[in-house]
């Protein structure tokens, strides 16, 4: 086997007494561990301290001195962690175990920073909880974003697989009162939090984009009230129970709010609840953006009360008069950014005009002919299999194709009922590449402003990636309608924290999770004591810290000397 070589690192180190003088006169002496830096700055070698072990009549100096000796041969490189640290003589330090740390330090920072600490321990001000419910909360949500797992495997994790500060272990029933403690919290907790983000982040929230999605349970039966019940399912699972959730998002990515609903729910039947759950919240001007399922004239009124503004996807196939009118007018595109062509068009006068904005993308237009093309080109080859078939299996081929989802739509009979391309409609399809309509109630709006704010709802879609990829949101093992909501709630904030990292670092979030998780803390002992120490920040960390603005963990989190005989 090739021999394995580890890099040398040389630390010296140092005990260091400084002293305090007191009002009385007298003088009290502190013990630190301490090494020399150079400052490219001040062009000069200053002092770094380590780590305090207190007042100087505390401790065992010559423990301290055996102690450090051993530590100064070997800190610094991540090997140490990795390999068993013996060394020569009685006085060897042995590695005994290694825990992550980077990810859920780097989360426990931004956790603090959001004020969702402050939060949470305001509410819990007058509660007797005995138990550390922020911290047990804050466990839950940094799982959800490291290593997604059931509430169960977390008491696990937390005491085994991961160091949380402040938390060294947490039983799965604290776990459980704090789920149902954020519960109780929720909406003053999401007021709060978006207030102190959108301070924190100086958000812009003119523009906020709404959207539902929807998860499922692996049960035959839906609940006979209560969440979990069969509906519309964008996981094309019909067939199970599911909730619906929703989901305001900024144009920057942030969720500032979610909203979870009986999986009957329909998108119509919610828009009224999200407007009125927003009102107060300081947003100012807000232009509600909503897809195509969401764009009925019920809902695009409601969103217009109390001077609100709406910027709304329109379906291009419903044969609605005043589309065909867009879709029908002359009129010359306008190239804007990211790759878009707009055209702005009015149809009707007085209180039925409508704006309308018709978006062209040339790249997907080119792919939209492509997929035709192929589409067509199959087509071809089944109609030419369908004519060398008879009697049942033949009516039966026709029946399938025209009833087809994909290839239906180009296909129509001739006066024998024989199915046949239908290139009217494929002309009339090509006239629609790479285009979507979009309408608002703004006319202070440029077309630009339309076409790119109505784009940014891709933010929308992103966040329910990351929630059910990522964050795992599914399988919900909860049964219990208020923990299916606390458990939406805890991969809400998970998403609100890693969406603020991917945005001040301009990493993806499992880039910047995989790079942190390096960092560990590790635990040495031997003859001279104890030591609790992390791996030293890689420059790729230190860059992480640095855009992040939280500050770097301490490089020696313990130091116990052994105690005499």
Known sequence: MPRREYTQYNIDMYIRITQRKNKDGSVTRYVQLAHNEWDPVARRSRARILFNFGREENVDREALKRLVGSITRFLGPDETLKAQAELEGKEALKFISSRPMGGAWILDGLWQEMGIKSTLERMLKDRKFQAPVERAIFALVANRALAPSSKLAVEEWVKDDVFISGLEEVPVQQLYRAMDFLLEAEESLQRDVFFSVADLLNLEVDLLYFDTTSTYFEIEEEDAEGLRRKGHSKDRRPDLPQVVIGLAVTREGIPVRC????????????????????????????????????????????????????????????????????????????????????????????????????????????????????????????????????????????????????YGRYVKTDRLGQPKIDYAKVRAEEHLDGKYLLRTSDDTLSAEDVALGYKQLLEVEEAFRTLKHTLELRPIYHRLEDRIRSHILLCWLALLLIRVAELRTGQTWSRIRATMQRMHLGVFEGSVGRLVQRTETAPAQRQIFKALKVKEPPLLFSVVPARKR
């Open 259 to 406: 909203w979870v609903w009986p999986g009957n729910t329909t998108d119509m039947s919610v828009v009224e609840q999200v407007k009125q759950d927003l009102v107060g919240w300081r947003l100012g001007r807000v232009i509600t953006v909503v897809d195509r399922g969401l764009a009925s004239e019920d809902n695009l009124k409601y969103l217009q009360r109390t001077g609100g503004h709406y910027i709304a996807g329109e379906k291009l196939r419903t044969g609605k008069a005043s589309v065909r009118e867009a879709l029908s007018r002359p009129g010359r595109f306008k190239a804007v950014r990211d790759n878009l062509e707009v055209k702005e068009i009015i149809v009707g006068d007085g209180e039925a005009r409508v704006r309308y904005i018709l978006v062209r993308n040339p790249e997907q237009a080119a792919r939209d002919r492509a997929e035709r093309e192929r589409i067509l080109s199959e087509l071809r080859l089944a109609l030419k299999r369908i004519g060398d078939l008879k009697g049942a299996p033949h009516t039966r081929a026709c029946c399938q194709l025209i009833a087809h989802p994909t």
